[in-house]
């Protein structure tokens, strides 16, 4: 095992939230509508219908480029990738080619050890979605609200080496896509998509190896994580028995718990790519680029960056404020009222994330007030306050020995305990009182 290295690049498909589809001015806002509702002649495909262009999709992807480090050239084109398909309509799908909207990214991935690397991004394209096919009682169904819908694929470079990099870039992607607002990033619904490419090699050989396995049609990263680790170990013992790997797609059967061939492309797809000569080449003014930028929240990594350097935060206990823009907000709303009453951001994070707190749900004032309140109402509670005093007394019972013995002066170092425990909240005389009463 230890002689391989598995070499892994993910292509993740995001579809966008915006009010109309890529290229007609259909509702894109499909999700369990009365199927064939939202079509026209454009996204059906009719002969003759021309498509034009979204701008709010064209804006979504140059901020989805932007939150991976890409560089947005001047010159973008759609062309027509083309193969047939029964949910695909026109015999092409409209995408990015030779000119994509972003280029040459960059994201910074971390591994279960906490290691952390630079994953490459190739790109970030702008396409469109395919109808949807339902298979009932030997009857296939197309329902096409779904053709058109503006779909962002992002493709990184084959840098991935193992599974936990692939859930935390997954993860990460689905928290910019949610804070920059352009998709709700739903697997379960389909909203994001994942697909990894994966290849082993033998340790320190150079290049590629000759093919590559897909994994397509995976709905959770749980699933996603199984097969990636599952596929890794298949090849390797392939290897190590002399066998040649081939170029295919695999599912994943999550009875089985394994991956299985769907299909075998021995040779690359030619999709023949060709400029679609009913769009305009797009000119992208630098200017509109910074404008959009610009526009763009703090993301995710930033914030946790500000919030540990500038607000003394531990990194750790920043997962649960960021999982939503939302939640974010919320927490940075409650610093600025924890301030007044002389509560720090670290111990308004550890309130909140030792109890699993959903700011969303509970008003900031609330929050604060009982931090406040548990506190400074600590202090004098004897109920509490022997609570502790008996822990201290079970823990350290080679200085209730010594005082038993008659080193009395053994209870400073007790009430010490005691304080450190209570994190100096308690009164330190009553807690003497309980520690002399407890140990006669
Ligand atoms: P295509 O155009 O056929 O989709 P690409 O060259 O764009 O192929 O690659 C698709 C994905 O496969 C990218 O994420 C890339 O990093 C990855 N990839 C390419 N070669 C390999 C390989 N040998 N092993 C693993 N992943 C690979
Ligand atoms: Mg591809
Ligand atoms: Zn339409």
């Not at 398909?85 to 026109?90: E, I, R, S, T, V």
């Not at 999550?254 to 061939?261: G, I, N, R, S, V």
Request: aromatic share 8%; net charge neutral; charged share 30%.
């Amino acid at each position: 095992m230890n002689n391989y290295e598995p070499v892994i690049g993910l292509e993740v498909h995001v579809e966008l939230n915006t009010k109309s589809k890529m290229f007609c001015r259909c509702s894109a806002d499909y999700f369990g509508k009365e199927p064939n509702t939202h079509t026209c002649p454009i996204c059906l495909g009719l002969p003759g219908s021309l498509p034009y262009i979204n701008k709010q999709a064209i804006e979504d992807c140059i901020k989805i480029g932007s939150a991976l480090n890409c560089e947005v050239p001047e010159q973008s084109l759609f062309e027509r990738k083309n193969y047939f398909y029964p949910d695909l309509p026109k015999g092409y799908q409209i995408s990015q080619y030779r000119w994509p909207l972003a280029i040459n990214g960059w994201i910074e991935v971390e591994n279960d050890e906490g290691k952390t690397s630079k994953i490459r991004i190739n790109r970030a394209h702008q396409e469109e979605d395919t109808g949807k096919l339902s298979h009932l009682g030997g009857v296939t169904n197309i329902d096409f609200n779904r053709s058109g819908v503006p779909l962002v694929e992002i493709v990184t470079e084959p840098d991935f080496t193992d599974s936990s990099q692939i859930r935390d870039y997954a993860k990460k992607l689905q928290l910019i896509f949610r804070y920059l607002g352009v998709s709700n990033a739903d697997m379960e619904k389909g909203d994001m998509r994942l697909e990894a490419n994966i290849s082993v090699k033998r340790k320190g050989e150079k290049g590629l190896p000759p093919y590559r396995v897909e994994l397509k049609n995976i709905n959770s990263f749980r699933f996603m994580v199984a097969a990636v680790e599952y596929e890794i170990k298949r090849q390797i013992e392939s290897l190590e028995k002399g066998e040649r790997l081939i170029q295919e797609t695999r599912g994943w059967d999550e009875d089985k718990k394994a991956t299985y061939t769907q299909r075998v492309k021995e040779e690359a797809n030619d999709y023949r790519y060709f400029p679609d000569p009913d769009l305009p080449k797009l000119a992208i003014n630098k200017k509109d680029v910074e404008r959009i930028r610009n526009s763009m929240p703090e993301l995710p990594q930033e914030k946790i960056k500000r919030w540990v350097k500038n607000l003394n935060i531990k990194e750790s206990d920043t997962s649960l404020l960021i999982e939503s823009k939302q939640m974010a907000d919320f927490f940075e709303k409650a610093i600025e009222y924890a301030k007044k009453h002389q509560i720090s951001p670290q111990e308004l994070a550890n309130y909140i994330v030792n109890r699993k707190i959903d700011l969303i749900d509970t008003s900031i004032q609330q929050i604060v007030d009982d931090l406040v309140a548990k506190k400074s109402g600590v202090v004098d509670d004897q109920a509490t306050l022997e609570e502790m005093v008996k822990e201290v007394i079970k823990e350290n019972t080679d200085l209730v020995e010594k005082y038993k013995n008659g080193k009395v002066t053994v209870i400073q170092a007790l009430i010490g305990k005691v304080m450190g425990k209570s994190k100096g909240k308690a009164n330190a005389a009553k807690v003497k009182q309980i520690l002399q009463n407890l140990l006669k």
